[in-house]
């Protein structure tokens, strides 16, 4: 975190990021690095530090959606999930819901866990055809739209 900050921090908000440390040393992935700090002192905290939005990196990202899923499943789909791997490699399988989830613009808690609660429980149920973006479909309207149609044949909704 402190490489990820001192790399995106514009050097005015090193000071108060810093604080007292004339200097910081650290590790960065196969040496030490060193970064001075223009005014070393005391500041009050701002009330929205910039150092609290530094994006983290992608990688990071899409590990932490992958376990968070994977912890989902274990707790709210335990057997299917199990089932799921007596057939196939359930990382694998995984990797494909999420990446299709990305390619939708899928990325709240509620599409994710509908996406995963429908190819767990109805195996091969999202039909390629039908269940595709339409052209100009945001994510928000075609997940609703797919949510409606997969109620529809469950029995749960409208005709």
């Known amino acids: 975190m402190l ?7 514009p050097e005015d908000l090193l000071p108060a990021y810093l604080g007292p ?13 060193v970064s001075a700090n223009p005014a070393p002192g005391h500041y009050a905290l701002p ?18 959606r992958k376990t968070n899923a994977h912890r989902y499943l274990l ?8 089932a799921l791997a007596e057939q196939q490699d359930p990382e694998a399988w995984l990797d494909e819901q999420l ?7 899928w990325a709240a808690p509620t599409q994710l866990a509908f ?19 339409n052209p100009d479909e945001i994510p928000a309207a075609h997940f609703e739209r797919v ?6 044949w469950q029995g749960d909704g409208p005709p």
């Open 47 to 64: 009330e929205d530090p910039a150092w609290l939005r530094i994006p983290a990196p992608a990688t990071q990202v899409a590990d932490t």
């Open 115 to 133: 996406l995963f609660s429908q190819r767990l429980t109805v195996p091969g149920c999202i039909p390629a055809e039908r269940w595709q973006p």
């Open 75 to 82: 707790d709210q789909h335990l057997q299917a999930y199990l």
């Open 99 to 105: 990446a299709l989830a990305e390619a939708w613009g």
């Open 21 to 33: 440390a004339i200097s910081v040393c650290f590790w960065q992935g196969e040496g030490w690095q």
């Open 147 to 152: 949510q409606q149609e997969a109620k529809f």
């Open 3 to 9: 490489s990820r900050a001192l790399k995106h921090l």
